[in-house]
Antibody, heavy 120, light 107 residues
Framework: EVQMVQSGAEVKEPGATVKISCRAS????????MHWVQQAPGRRPEWMGL????????TYAEKFKSRVTMKVDRPARTVYMELSSLRSEDTAVYYC?????????????WGQGTPVTVSS | DIQMTQSPSSLSASIGDRVTIPCRAS??????LAWFQQKPGKAPKSLIY???RLHDDVPSKFSGSGSGTDFTLTISSLQPEDFATYYC?????????FGGGTRVEIK
């Protein structure tokens, strides 16, 4: 069974940095990109970027590229997403997920989500 | 970025109804389209990729169709567990983008 387990809820002050982990299981970890998606309250999901667990290469969305860092720990089958210079608009649930990248079959899964609240 | 539009934003239906949920892309995306189901307070669940291919654990009452700019998710016979918000997402062009969702409510 494909599973992603994320770290727990966070409360941060404006200007702080949050780091979220996502441990994957049930498939060949290095064979599939891991994506991060932000979903603010009542809003559509928004793609933040991806990391290739095989070599650690990243691609970030333009909106987040100045503030986001994604890393991988291959032995631990874990990816990390760090978002810095937090502001109130970053209050959201953050998901790790495998998304379709071409039209080949892939192990579909989503983490349970990590709520992040940014408030002074 | 490619804009994904889902209209209506909500619809009401009864148990047993056949429901169709449309999705439109601002430019052609071939068949690089996925569908997700999300229930309140839960993570999305991946239903379909490549417009019409169901993931392994998705029941056959779900189907997808379309190509180019216009796509449809169909639920053949609506059941209580299907009341949720459904999102489409294109992955033809960076960055991947999601539609605004269609909430399926009980009539």
């Amino acid at each position: 069974e494909v599973q992603m387990v994320q770290s727990g809820a966070e409360v941060k002050e404006p200007g702080a940095t949050v780091k979220i982990s996502c441990r994957a299981s049930g498939y060949t970890f290095i064979d599939h990109y891991m994506h991060w998606v932000q979903q603010a309250p009542g809003r559509r999901p928004e793609w933040m970027g991806l990391i290739d667990p095989e070599d650690g290469k990243t691609t970030y969305a333009e909106k987040f590229k100045s503030r986001v860092t994604m890393k991988v720990d291959r032995p631990a089958r874990t990816v990390y997403m760090e978002l810095s210079s937090l502001r109130s608009e970053d209050t959201a649930v953050y998901y790790c997920t495998t998304l379709a990248w071409n039209n080949n079959p892939y192990p579909a899964g989503w983490g349970q989500g990590t709520p992040v609240t940014v408030s002074s | 970025d490619i804009q994904m539009t889902q209209s209506p934003s909500s619809l009401s239906a009864s148990i047993g109804d056949r429901v169709t949920i449309p999705c439109r892309a601002s430019q052609s995306i071939g068949n690089y389209l996925a569908w997700f189901q999300q229930k309140p307070g839960k993570a999305p669940k991946s239903l379909i990729y490549a417009t019409s291919r169901l993931h392994d654990d998705v029941p056959s009452k779900f189907s997808g169709s379309g190509s180019g700019t216009d796509f449809t998710l169909t639920i053949s016979s609506l059941q209580p567990e299907d009341f949720a918000t459904y999102y489409c997402q294109q992955y033809h062009t960076y960055p991947p983008t999601f539609g605004g969702g269609t909430r399926v409510e009980i009539k």
